[in-house]
């Protein structure tokens, strides 16, 4: 079977990144070979990217430079494990792709969309999932949840609540602005019961 490329997205605290291993478990279960990921990280030179950006004070880069480090560390991941793996007929599960860049920098931080999705066509070299999971939920809900892990990675945590609310905005609607690629979860579902509807999803 073909590679397929499968991303999971959501604000802080929905749920994705459980998800995104249940998946990658399930299928690996049924004898496919797959390749579990995230973003920002992936590759040594993108993990030492993802440290400046989950760490340090919230205003420590401006939307632009914050872009910029997110698609430098995309371009090392793509390039390096990415694009590898689905080359090799491997299912790529990845946490976090260019959605969260279009939510967090573009809808949280004001860079337009069509800038950020011409920024990425250049380092990825046009690479898109073949399916977009999106984790629903509430802005502040999803915070306490975040916030609750204590994980040393809070800068974005951090930010004032506002921001999540858009980011929220922007992953409420992606589904519906993109049915093709994105399928919308309710990320405040039991666990179990959310693994079973996005199984459902991924083989139909």
């Known amino acids: 079977m073909a590679g397929r490329f499968i991303t999971f997205e959501g604000g802080e605290g929905s749920g994705k990144s459980t998800q995104a291993r249940l998946l990658a478990e399930r299928l690996k279960e049924s004898g496919q070979a797959v390749v579990l990921t995230r973003e920002p990280g992936g590759t040594d030179g993108a993990e030492s990217v993802r440290a400046l950006l989950v760490t340090g004070d919230p205003d420590r880069w401006t939307p632009w430079a914050e872009a910029c480090l997110v698609n430098a560390a995309r371009a090392d991941h793509v390039a390096r494990v990415i694009r590898p793996a689905l080359e090799r007929g491997d ?91 994105c399928r919308a979860f309710d990320g405040r579902l039991p666990i179990a019961d959310l693994a079973e509807q996005i199984w459902s999803a991924v083989q139909a």
């Open 91 to 181: 299912w790529v599960i990845c946490d976090r792709f260019v959605d969260s860049t279009r939510a967090y920098q573009g809808a949280g931080k004001g860079i337009a969309d069509a800038d950020l999705c011409d920024l990425h066509a250049h380092v990825t070299g046009g690479l898109w999932p073949d399916l977009t999971i999106v984790m629903a939920i509430d802005g502040d809900a999803g915070l306490r949840r975040a916030r609750a892990r204590n994980d040393g990675e809070g800068r974005f945590e951090a930010h004032e609540g506002d921001f999540h609310s858009r980011i929220a905005a922007f992953f409420g609607r992606l589904a519906a602005d993109e049915p093709k690629r």
